[in-house]
């Protein structure tokens, strides 16, 4: 047995709800990379001037760099994962069984 057709308009839904689907997971692609960014390079590419900032106690580029940058990767992939499920079900909502 082949694939199953589908009709005209229900193919145009269909396309509708994948670019949607697709434009919502390069919005959350691209919002997680710039906190990654963030976190990754800009606090040690401006270590000097963000010296004053204090986390837990120590300076926050020193942070950041020993252990903070690691927390925050976890967390992007913790976050990535939780919306990308929440996504992925709302996407599939819609379809016959």
């Known amino acids: 047995m082949g694939k ?3 009709a005209p308009d229900a193919r145009a839904i269909l396309l509708t709800r994948r670019a949607a689907h697709w434009q919502a997971t390069q919005r959350l692609t691209i919002v997680l990379l ?3 960014l963030l976190t990754g390079f800009l606090t040690v ?3 000097r001037e ?3 900032l204090q986390l837990f ?3 926050l580029p020193f942070y950041m760099a020993a252990q903070g940058a690691s927390l925050v990767y976890l967390a992007i992939i913790g976050c990535y994962a939780w ?3 929440r996504l992925d ?3 599939h909502a819609g379809d016959a069984p």
């Open 4 to 6: 199953q057709q589908l």
């Open 83 to 85: 919306r990308m499920r």
């Open 45 to 47: 590419f401006y270590a």
């Open 57 to 59: 106690g120590w300076p």
């Open 34 to 36: 710039l906190v990654w």
């Open 50 to 52: 963000l010296l004053h």
């Open 89 to 91: 079900q709302q996407f």
